[in-house]
């Protein structure tokens, strides 16, 4: 038991860490930014198209092309996916 503490208690200080700006240990993955208008256009598709094609509401990728927002999380590593590989992720979601 004392070890899963130690662990947790530890996980919990480097995330304090890391959230007050400070350099840690623990390794950290993030997606690459994206151009989102950019990749919609690759694909020649309308704002419309897209969105339907792969989920995302309009608004939501209205405000990601107008630079409004940025998407994070789930939703970046769908859009680096389908940068790479559109086909792949249209032929997964039907």
Request: one cysteine or more; charged letters at 25%; proline letters at 4%.
């Amino acid at each position: 038991m004392t070890s899963a503490f130690e662990s947790i208690a530890q996980g919990l200080k480097e995330a304090i860490d890391l959230n007050d700006g400070k350099k840690v240990a623990a390794r950290i993955h993030r997606a690459p930014e994206v151009n989102v208008a950019e990749i919609r256009q690759n694909l020649g598709l309308t704002q419309m198209e897209f969105a339907s094609k792969f989920c995302i509401s309009v608004s939501t990728l209205r405000h990601w092309e107008r630079g409004d927002r940025n998407p994070h999380g789930p939703a970046l590593a769908l859009l680096n996916v389908v940068a790479k590989e559109p086909q792949a992720v249209m032929r997964a979601l039907g």
